[in-house]
């Protein structure tokens, strides 16, 4: 019995280590974001930093307003799509940037309303990223967005 109650207590204190929000979760969220996704991705940067910020589940919701229709595009065929470009050279001569409109942090689960600017001026994406945070850290796990 005294096992059971011992072995109780570590596994509650895990999770409540893992659940607990820190005053730098909203830091490690941005800079999750800022290397996995705008400079992994957007400016074609190092693709295996990119997978260890996001979930190998991660999907993206793509939304057609003209067929009225949603699909999924999986992390793999992103990160795929953007090796491709590399190595074919064509990489575009964009800079992409980001602006942080909110990082909303509830346990180990976080939403952030980011803006995607190009060459520092012109909005491409408003994105709505979902984070859950695993014992080796923040990662995306979702993502949603308008393309402007």
């Given at each position: 019995m005294k096992?059971?109650?011992?072995?109780?207590a570590?596994?509650?204190?895990?999770s409540?280590?893992?659940?607990?929000?820190?005053p730098?979760?909203k830091e490690a969220?941005?800079?999750?974001?800022?290397a996995?996704?705008v400079?992994g991705l957007q400016?074609f940067?190092?693709?295996?930093?990119t997978k260890?910020c996001f979930?190998?589940g991660?999907?993206i919701?793509?939304?057609?307003?003209?067929s009225?229709?949603i699909?999924?595009?999986p992390?793999?065929n992103?990160?795929e799509?953007?090796?491709?470009?590399k190595?074919s050279?064509?990489?575009p001569?964009r800079?992409?940037?980001?602006?942080?409109?909110?990082i909303?942090?509830?346990?180990?689960t976080a939403?952030?309303?980011?803006?995607?600017?190009?060459?520092?001026?012109?909005l491409?994406?408003?994105?709505y990223?979902l984070?859950?945070k695993f014992?080796?850290?923040?990662?995306i796990v979702?993502k949603?967005?308008?393309?402007h």
């Amino acid at each position: 019995m005294k096992r059971i109650t011992i072995l109780t207590a570590i596994a509650f204190a895990l999770s409540v280590s893992v659940m607990a929000q820190t005053p730098d979760d909203k830091e490690a969220i941005k800079k999750v974001i800022q290397a996995g996704y705008v400079d992994g991705l957007q400016n074609f940067g190092d693709t295996e930093v990119t997978k260890k910020c996001f979930y190998p589940g991660f999907f993206i919701t793509n939304y057609n307003p003209a067929s009225n229709q949603i699909t999924h595009t999986p992390i793999y065929n992103w990160i795929e799509s953007v090796e491709k470009t590399k190595a074919s050279g064509n990489i575009p001569t964009r800079k992409i940037t980001v602006e942080f409109d909110m990082i909303d942090v509830t346990g180990y689960t976080a939403m952030a309303k980011i803006r995607l600017i190009e060459n520092g001026s012109r909005l491409l994406f408003t994105d709505y990223l979902l984070l859950y945070k695993f014992t080796e850290g923040w990662k995306i796990v979702q993502k949603t967005y308008m393309r402007h």
